[in-house]
């Protein structure tokens, strides 16, 4: 295949701050990394949980309005559903070697990815560039992101 129907560059927005929906914008934009594909990782909303230092290591799936959990919001609503749904994803995740949270953003970071925050929420959730992980490399406006992003392919997961 020539390199003309090939993607050179991806980026994707993350707005989502639960445990599943988190993870798909992250193996997406590692296994990019792994093929040599460019890529932008745009966090806006409660993705922004993703790479804000406090809150990385506390994400957790969502049991309430989840039609794919497979069950009753009467039943996720209970105490202790959701730690219990996340403690077995991460299981599953541990033993697929996918790493947590905070590794995966250093991995991607490491690999040449580029790590954005957007301004606007950024503003909204009164947040400063200390409050975000170390491979944050800028917080951006929507419009610097779609600069950023001309010429390649934005995925919003």
Do not use: H, W
């Not at 997406?28 to 290591?57: P, Q």
Request: some cysteine; overall charge negative; glycine content about 10%.
């Amino acid at each position: 295949m020539s390199d003309e129907g090939k993607i050179k560059k991806v980026s994707i927005i993350i707005s989502q701050g639960s445990l599943e929906g988190v993870y798909p914008g992250l193996i997406m934009a590692n296994g990019a990394r792994m093929m040599g594909i460019e890529v932008n990782l745009f966090f806006t909303f409660f993705g922004l949980n993703t790479i804000t230092k406090s809150k990385m290591n506390n994400i957790k799936v969502a049991t309430v309005g989840n039609p794919a959990m497979g069950i009753p919001s009467l039943i996720g609503i209970l105490p202790g559903m959701s730690s219990m749904a996340t403690n077995m994803m991460k299981k599953q995740m541990e033993e697929l070697d996918i790493p947590p949270i905070g590794e995966f953003i250093e991995m991607i970071s490491d690999a040449g990815g580029k790590i954005y925050a957007c301004l606007a929420t950024v503003e909204m959730f009164k947040l400063k560039k200390e409050d975000f992980c170390d491979q944050l490399d800028s917080v951006l406006t929507v419009g610097d992101f779609y600069n950023l992003s001309a010429g390649g392919q934005i995925i919003f997961t």
